[in-house]
Structure formats: C-alpha cells, structure tokens
C-alpha cells in the first residue's frame, strides 16, 4: 500500500503524525463509531502512538471489506472539513480512489442492472477518464459536456435516458426511467456548492408535472449542509455529487441500484441526500 499518499491525504491539516483535526478523543470515537473499534488497544502501536502510525497499523492488519470502509468513511470526514474551500492536495480524489485500487479493495456487487443492460467494463473505464477530463474544460462547455456525459452513463445502464429539452421556456437536462417510473433529471457542474434554490426550482419543476414524476439532482461539486437542512424533507428530488459517480464507476455499482437505494432511503427518512459510500 502507498502509505505516502495515505498520509498526504490525511495528514495536511496538522502535519506528520496527525489524522485530519481528530484528536485523541475524537479519533478513539470516530473507529468505535464507524468500525467499533478499539483503535488505542495497544495492538496497533507496534508502530508508534501517533494517530498516522495507528492507523497505518489498522490498515495493515484489516480485511479489504474493513479497509475499505474506513477510508470511505476518512473521505467522508475531510470532505465536510473542505466545504467550501479549495482542496491543498492537488489530484486529491483520483490519488484517493488510486490507493484503492492499489490496495485492491474495490467490493464489485456483480449483479446485472435491472434494465438488463450489462455494462461494458472497457465503456466504464472510458467514462471514468472522461469524468476525470472534465475538470479541465472551461465552465460553459464542461456544463454541456457533462449533460453529455450523464446520458453516456444512463444509456449504459439501460436506464432509457432523453436528453435535455425544453417545455414553455423552463429547461429540463433529461430524463430516464427506472423500474417504469419517469425521472426528471437536473445536472450543474460549477465551482460552488448547489444552494437550496437550485434545489426549490427543481422542485418546482416536478411539482408541476405529473403527480408520479420523480427528479434526480446531480451536482458534481456537491451540496451545502445549509442547502438540504433548508430544502427540506419528503421532497420529490434525490440528490447525487461527484464522489457518487466516481464510487459507482471505481466500485462496479450498478447505477439503477445506486438511484434505487437513494429513492429507498428518502422514502424512509425524507432526507434528499444519502453518499453512496453510506448506502453501500
């Protein structure tokens, strides 16, 4: 395992040594929380006490399925810690699920989609590298080349997706159907997080459609905590960012499982917004 680049990631905010903000206290409850972990059993100190040496004792000792949990769950930590600030590490997210691969942890669910589309895996590395190639675009044609991007995906999947239209001067990126029901489908990629009224005006889209109509509402940078706590709950939108898409595409997930089970959370929470590491 490249443990440098482990580090990088992790230990940025307070140097060598040091995982994310976690202190003592906080680190012994986040492995307790996420993994029940003891991580202070002195087992994984032949190291060294300090959190960085602990953890890479862990990861040294872990199965792939408890490995691959943790580091979901540390990207999921230094994610929140980012919102809205410009990530120090440079390539960050690709160095990140490369160490997965490396580790060769990636969980692969095997299943056929629903739709009975079986996705072509040299077609998903394809996406992959368009997905990582889109970040070099200017703004107005990386906005087009991702609407462009998404119907690739939907397509492979055999999710049946239309692109973008136009109804009496409101703009819809597309749609696709899943298990016979219609989505409606709205999809920003900009440099600052998705604030609530993208959200509502969303919402208000569907709401004037037919009482079945659902949306899925991508943005790839992802969206403010503000955003969903003020959108609210039991809304007719689902909501997807990038690190979504990268974990469908790295980890083999089908991507008609991946709205299902986002759908199937909301119906019983209400929350528009559940990572796709957390459901998987």
Known sequence: MDYRTLAALVDYLRGPGFVLDFSD????????????????????ATHGGSKGKRLRRFLELADDATATKLLSALWEVRRDLLEGRPDPVAGSERKYFSLLERLGKLQKTGEVPKNNAVPDHQKIASLKNDLLMLSSLPPQRRGYEFEAFLTRLFNLFGLQPRASFRNRGEQIDGSFVLQGETYLLEAKWQSQLTDAKDLRDFEGKLNEKAAWARGLFVSYCGFSEGALESFGRGKKTICMDGLDLSQILERNIGLHEAVERKARRAAEDGQPFTSINHLF
């Open 25 to 44: 206290r906080t680190f012994s409850q986040f492995f307790y929380a996420e993994l029940e972990v003891d991580i202070d059993d002195p087992v994984y």
